[in-house]
T-cell receptor, first 115, second 110 residues
């Protein structure tokens, strides 16, 4: 299957700082990328949908000013967690798909710990 | 909004026993996808079902899509220890985004 690379895999940051997570599709052009948050032993909660060259669409309850998403090219989307708090600690994972109604390929995920 | 319910939440089986997880959507789906997530890993795509009543097989795994395109199942025959993990269904409705079920975590006792 197609490869999606997510970086970093783990990050520890101090409260109040910002953290940027990158999601890259390595061997295909991703028209759409998705950002999810996963709590331990829980399902994937969609945070936002990102289309290249346009503003991200955020799910209800997700603060767009806190979770900044940039989809600058067909192979790169970034999620920036601004002014991080301990409750933002979680597993963040992206997925990318090439065309509508096709399967999505997931990155390896980023374990964020805010201390 | 669209809801996708998946049962059971956990399943513990003896190696060699069969396993089934069920997925039910509150709305009619365009397609449904199944993913497997190993402990500590990320979801890996298994299969996509599109047609009403579709049945697909991958070795010991059998996937079904209901006639009404609102439910689906994944059945594993004769489980092995390598089958452990959490299996998620993801239903795609008209909005163009998939909604994931809560997942079924399978443990296999050797």
């Amino acid at each position: 299957g197609a490869v999606v690379s997510q970086h970093p895999s783990r990050v520890i940051c101090k409260s109040g700082t910002s953290v940027k997570i990158e999601c890259r599709s390595l061997d295909f052009q991703a028209t759409t990328m998705f950002w999810y948050r996963q709590f331990p032993k829980k399902s994937l909660m969609l945070m936002a949908t990102s289309n290249e060259g346009s503003k991200a669409t955020y799910e209800q309850g997700v603060e767009k000013d806190k979770f900044l998403i940039n989809h600058a090219s067909l192979t790169l989307s970034t999620l920036t967690v601004t002014s991080a708090h301990p409750e933002d600690s979680s597993f963040y994972i992206c997925s990318a798909r090439q065309e509508p109604n096709t399967e999505a390929f997931f990155g390896q995920g980023t374990r964020l710990t805010v201390v | 909004g669209q809801q996708v319910m998946q049962i059971p939440q956990y399943q513990h089986v003896q190696e060699g026993e069969d396993f089934t997880t069920y997925c039910n959507s509150s709305t009619t789906l365009s397609n449904i996808q199944w993913y497997k997530q190993r402990p500590g890993g990320h979801p890996v795509f298994l299969i996509q079902l599109v047609k009403s009543g579709e049945v697909k097989k991958q070795k010991r795994l059998t996937f079904q899509f209901g006639e009404a395109k609102k439910n689906s199942s994944l059945h594993i025959t004769a489980t092995q220890t390598t089958d452990v993990g959490t299996y998620f269904c993801a239903g795609l409705a008209n909005a163009g985004k998939s909604t994931f079920g809560d997942g079924t975590t399978l443990t296999v006792k050797p």
